[in-house]
């Protein structure tokens, strides 16, 4: 697997071998300020940001971390991903617009993902296409905590390397955290592009260790399970029926 998820579009590192079980049970709040070269009013809504962690399991419902408005809720589970898409409203735009689709299932999905030891080991190997992790030995505090430095190395179609930096905790969360590309633990601090010239900065300003239960992991009722290639494929449905009406 090579390719940066914002599933997710997304929508994010890793290690071999057996996994570890980190016992940190709480959340953590990060700020969002804008820090690119052109100014962005970050709307109130998305000023702040939460997670929350249990042993290897990271649970968020923020838009920022889902990668998506159509995202209500992702879990991270050990090297499994869950995540809750609510379609019913890009369901209803395309049925006042007379479309019709193939797919006539459920608008409330639940996609589950689970990464294959071969897809963890390829996160660390050096590439020039998709992308890459490198674990760098620098460290810095964030928030009280001793947070380690890694660099995405993402590349365009060109072979352009265009390198992201994140500050990470490897005592928080799993082995390897795909709601963060497969980093090690969680992200205390990276930074994300929103526009030409401007960039918003994610910092956690808050780790609140404890309060977080296991029943507090739970994913909400009422979605149906989809496999990836009917999602995928679901999905490239609705893309093109947007696209032609956009064009209309």
């Known amino acids: 697997m090579k390719k940066i998820m914002i599933l997710a579009a997304l929508a994010v590192f890793a290690v071999s071998g057996v996994m570890a079980q980190n016992k940190f049970k709480g959340s953590i709040i990060y700020s969002v300020t804008s820090t690119g070269e052109v100014p962005y009013t970050v ?10 962690v249990f042993e290897d399991k990271v649970l968020t419902s923020s838009v920022l971390f889902t990668g998506s408005p159509l995202v209500n809720n992702v879990l991270i589970d050990g090297h499994k991903q869950y995540t809750c898409w609510d379609l019913s409203m890009i369901m209803m735009y395309l049925q006042q617009n007379d479309v019709e689709l193939d797919y006539s299932g459920s608008n409330k999905l639940l996609l589950k993902v689970e990464y294959t030891q071969a897809q963890i080991d390829s996160l660390t190997i050096p590439c020039t296409e998709g992308y890459y992790i490198e674990y760098v030995n620098e460290t810095k505090t964030i928030a009280g905590k001793t947070a380690k430095k890694a660099v995405i190395h993402s590349f365009k179609d060109d072979g352009e390397d265009n390198p992201i930096t994140m500050w990470y905790s490897d005592e928080m969360g799993p082995d390897v955290n795909f709601l963060f590309n497969g980093l090690r ?22 780790i609140k260790s404890g309060k977080v239960k296991s029943v507090d992991m739970l994913l909400p009722s009422g979605y149906d399970n989809i496999s990836v290639e009917d999602f995928g494929a679901l999905m490239n449905e609705i893309g093109e029926e947007m696209k032609y009406l956009q064009e209309e």
Not at 43 to 52: G, R
């Open 185 to 206: 633990g969680v992200a205390l601090e990276y930074a994300m592009p929103v526009g030409e010239g401007q960039q918003l900065t994610l910092t956690a300003t808050d």
């Open 43 to 52: 709307p109130a809504d998305y000023s702040t940001a939460e997670i929350k």
